[in-house]
């Protein structure tokens, strides 16, 4: 095995979000997926559409093959419709789904496959790419009109020399044919050995061959560079099946739609930071706690948890629980929640921020001593990336790239909006769905943003966003804030946190 083994996506991360997606490509390369491999297909009117089924049914309910529909119409299906969350055993194989469709989007715009074009603007240069042109029938034609258009927008970003194209024989030799620079992976048959596969990409002059992890078949030549993946595209290898074929020279890399239980057959993931916010007394070498207004509407303290307690009515304001220490590089953080009343108005966040609280705010849950500091606001101190519950709307990521606009009002600071952009609200934010967990994972300046709940038993990616702006050093912020609006009394609400775990990644 290489000494470091890559991580290739395929489709996106279609464990946690719908397969062919923007959210599934950036969700993968927030995750730490070192590359995306991607279906291409031609519509009816020949345009290069994202999409690595075999067909549109599984995504979007649509009984049509890709080729079958012209692009604008392939545009209007909802390519989320279909997708439920997927719990998987210890085997990495599937064991239950979720009880709801979060990615529907009847209620929220909803996802589409984007063309190819679109796909190479954003992800062209910005992580390493395997193309798979898939023709909509076997015959020659069909295969050298597909590789032609692949390549055609390839040449328009600069690419066709340094982007893999993959496929069987055929597509092999018209990539050869239609742009003799652009490199090959060989695509094995379905049994046949990686052995095999090995000699046929020589044969090709492939400078990888994509193998069945299934179908190993024993020992394997040092060249050229193997990337296992799955003839059925399931989630995850098996821990036996990443044993078996770990020992070979000549792996590189793996392909899955699951990519934080890929990267755990390398590294079983460890706790950095565990704080379950058991007793009253908040662990000061973690935590820092304060208020984002001067009122007294909101209080924030621990009793077994991490309580935020705000009372009926009032005005804005918010509060917060800061870690004391930084964060440095990627991470994945994990909180459990409860909400007692959702409602609009009331939205709580576990987020990144790059402001240092720098003191411990409150003294022995004194509300007489409040004062405004945005770095316990939510939405405050940007720029920021959070995973949040939105009101009763659902769940969502929300980020800032733009500089800390402050506006004082009363001569007291208040955080702009100007700047603040949120995804599509995904799954459920009624009021009989009071628990569940929020994720935050880091990965580069892409951070994903993550959910379970009583419908999902696994993670669902609910957005995820590009932060350039912040620093490799961040500190996380589990924050509420509660506002009137649209002229309504806001009531009374509690939130509850418990089951903090960091990993560094």
């Known amino acids: 095995m290489s000494e470091q083994l890559l991580i290739y996506t395929w489709g996106g991360e279609a464990h946690c979000a719908p397969s062919d997606t923007m959210p599934a490509y950036w969700s993968a390369v927030g995750a730490g997926a070192e590359g995306i491999v991607l279906g ?53 194989q599937p064991k239950g789904n979720g009880d709801d469709t979060p990615w529907d989007g009847e209620r929220q715009r909803p996802l589409y496959h984007p063309t190819f074009h679109e796909f190479l603007l954003y992800f062209a240069r910005r992580t390493q ?68 596969a090995q000699k046929n990409a020589v044969a090709l002059g492939c ?39 770990s020992k070979s020279s000549a792996l590189v890399g793996i392909t899955a739609r699951a990519i934080h239980e890929t990267r755990s057959l390398m590294r079983e993931p460890q706790p950095t930071v565990a704080d379950d916010f058991a007793g009253k007394r908040i662990n000061r070498m973690n935590w820092t706690c304060g208020y984002s207004k001067v009122n007294q509407d909101t209080m924030i303290y621990q009793d077994d948890g991490l309580h935020v307690e705000i009372m009926e ?75 949040e519950r939105d009101e009763n709307d659902g769940f969502r990521i ?24 949120y995804s599509r609200d995904v799954g459920d934010g009624g ?28 993670w669902v990616m609910c957005g995820a966003a590009n932060v350039p702006t912040l620093c490799d050093e961040v500190f996380l912020r589990i924050g509420v804030k509660h506002w009137p609006k649209r002229g309504i009394t806001p009531p009374r609400n509690a939130l509850h946190f418990q089951n903090f775990r960091l990993y560094l990644i």
């Not at 069987?168 to 049994?191: D, L, N």
């Open 40 to 92: 291409v297909q031609l519509s009816s009117d020949g345009v290069a559409i994202c999409c690595s089924q075999a067909d549109l049914e599984t995504t979007t309910g649509e009984a049509n093959p890709v080729s079958g529909l012209t692009a604008g119409k392939i545009a209007k299906l909802d390519a989320g419709k279909r997708f439920r969350s997927t719990v998987l055993g210890k085997d990495n």
């Open 129 to 196: 790419l395997i193309v798979m042109p898939i023709p909509k029938s076997n015959s020659k034609a069909a295969i050298n009109s597909v590789v032609e258009v692949v390549v055609e927008e390839l040449g328009k970003f600069g690419l066709e020399n340094k982007t893999m194209l993959s496929g069987g024989k055929a597509i092999v030799e018209a990539v050869a044919s239609h742009s003799p620079v652009t490199p090959t992976a060989y695509r094995a048959e379905e049994g046949e050995s990686a052995n095999d």
């Open 431 to 458: 009021t009989d769905n009071l628990k569940g967990s929020l994720r935050l994972v880091r990965s580069g300046s892409v951070f994903s943003a993550y959910y379970m709940d009583k419908h999902n038993k696994a």
């Open 207 to 245: 400078v990888i061959a994509l193998c069945d992890a299934e179908s190993w078949g024993g020992e394997t030549d040092a060249e050229p560079a193997i990337i296992a993946t799955s003839r059925e595209m399931e989630f995850a290898l098996s821990p036996k099946t990443f044993k078996t074929i």
């Open 313 to 387: 009515g009032g005005e804005y304001s918010g509060a917060a629980a800061l870690t004391t220490y930084p964060i440095i590089g990627s991470f994945d953080a994990q909180l459990d929640f409860q909400v007692e009343n959702p409602h609009q108005g009331t939205t709580f966040e576990l987020a990144a921020i790059q402001v240092d609280p720098g003191y411990h705010h409150m003294a022995n849950n004194d509300l007489s001593r409040k004062s405004t500091n945005l770095t316990f606001d939510v939405h405050g101190a940007p720029p920021y990336a959070s995973s």
């Open 398 to 421: 929300g980020w800032n790239n733009g500089p800390a606009v402050t506006q004082f009002v009363d001569r007291h600071p208040q955080s702009s909006n100007i700047y603040n952009k």
